[in-house]
């Protein structure tokens, strides 16, 4: 099977990825109509399970999570016929389902079903906190329970080390797995989050909480972070972007040319992109990866945003607001190894593909204007 892919072209493999995908989503719906009409007659009772679940689990063969929101699915559906239509079409997915499912009634799942169309997880659970807003959690720090460790068997007496089966000391006990960070919504405009913190952290919090008093008196967790975020961002644009309240006056607005480029401090065959050139592209390109695809799809990603040289700067492209765009990590890389071939050499010429790609990749790690609208680079003042 594998093999019959790799014979296809591109265009060949592309097509077959959405038919194949659209038949996944067709026989995912036919199942959950199938499971709705077994659940309600029982028929896992006659097969030896005691429960769907265990059905699914030791005679489908499902995982325990796959079987939870298929029966979910499965019995949301049967209250709510549309929603098998909309699997099908891939308007809405499981985990969509599975979200929605203890909040749809007769008259708001139409509603609920349009809002949550094409919409991420993320975007359901905050659709689902606008409509069952929870209260705010209090803000708490308290201490994890130390990690179990490999204690010596030694006993008081001196008696000796107990050895396995071959005569060696057992291997220590592996740590405990961290716990992974929660963010969740619990209102409109409210969220709950909870991560580990070092005692390191510990304590530069406790310190700010403490040089925070007479603003923040009760020394609130949530202020407290939301400032020091607020300075981190303000920091983050200086130095990534060179965002500032006062940009220098130039004698033209937008370094357009090279010899506008030179104007704004820029050295012609320099790879080195003045402030700005940066300031400008951010903001002309909204801090989102400013790739478009032949079908006019644009990439939609905001981390690990780079700054991209249209015209190389190894084929003589020049650090100018018209020749500069913010790319994505991955799609700068697809775009300098589709110019130089990259791929598709080997040895010495792919090596200096590599370099050039090297050369014009300029680092720009940060999130999207929404988590930066308040400190994006305004104009120059007049």
């Known amino acids: 099977m594998l093999s019959l892919a790799g014979r296809l072209s591109n265009q060949e493999l592309l097509a077959q990825v959405k038919l194949l995908a659209q038949q996944e989503r067709d026989a995912i719906a036919a199942l959950i109509a199938h499971l709705a009409v077994l659940d309600e007659r029982d028929l896992y009772l006659a097969e030896g399970c005691s429960s769907m679940f265990t059905y699914c689990v ?3 063969h499902l995982s325990e999570h796959a079987a939870y929101g298929r029966i979910e699915a499965a019995r949301a559906v049967r209250e709510h016929p549309v929603i098998l239509e909309l699997l099908g079409d891939g308007s809405v997915n ?4 599975g979200l929605l499912a203890p909040h749809l009634t007769p008259e708001n799942h139409g509603d609920l079903l349009e809002a ?21 959690v209090p803000s708490s720090i308290r201490r994890l329970p130390a990690p179990n460790r490999a204690s010596a068997p030694a006993t008081a007496s001196g008696d000796a080390l107990r050895l396995d089966s071959a005569g060696e000391l057992p291997p220590p006990a592996a740590p405990s797995p961290a716990r992974p960070a929660v963010v969740a919504p619990l209102a409109p405009e409210r969220y709950k989050i909870q991560f580990t913190a070092s005692a390191e952290t510990y304590e530069k919090l406790r310190l700010a909480q403490d040089l925070l ?7 609130d967790l949530g202020q407290v972070i939301d400032r020091a975020l607020t300075a981190l961002l303000k920091d983050l644009t200086r130095q990534k972007f060179a965002a ?10 937008r370094p357009h040319t090279s010899r506008d480029y030179e104007s704004q401090g820029g050295v012609a065959g320099s790879r080195h992109i003045p402030a700005e050139v940066r300031r400008t592209v951010w903001t002309r390109d909204g801090g989102q990866c400013a790739f478009v695809a032949h079908n006019g799809r644009r990439c939609t990603e905001r981390a690990f945003l780079e700054f991209h040289h249209v015209v190389p700067y190894g084929a003589g492209g020049e650090a100018t607001v018209e020749n500069i765009q913010l790319r994505c990590r991955a799609h700068n890389g697809y775009e300098a190894e589709r110019y130089f071939g990259g791929r598709k050499h080997s040895g010495a010429a792919r090596a200096d593909g590599d370099n050039v790609l090297n050369s014009v990749r300029t680092e720009l790690t940060l999130g999207g204007p929404a988590s930066l609208a308040s400190f994006a680079p305004g104009r120059p003042r007049r």
């Open 116 to 136: 949550a169309t094409h919409k991420s997880k993320r975007q359901v659970e905050e659709l689902v906190a606008r409509l069952r807003p929870q209260p705010p």
């Open 94 to 97: 499981l985990t969509t389902v």
């Open 244 to 253: 500032t309240d006062r940009p220098r006056e130039s004698a033209v607005d």
């Open 58 to 60: 030791q005679v489908l």
């Open 213 to 219: 008093r007479h603003q923040v008196p009760d020394g």
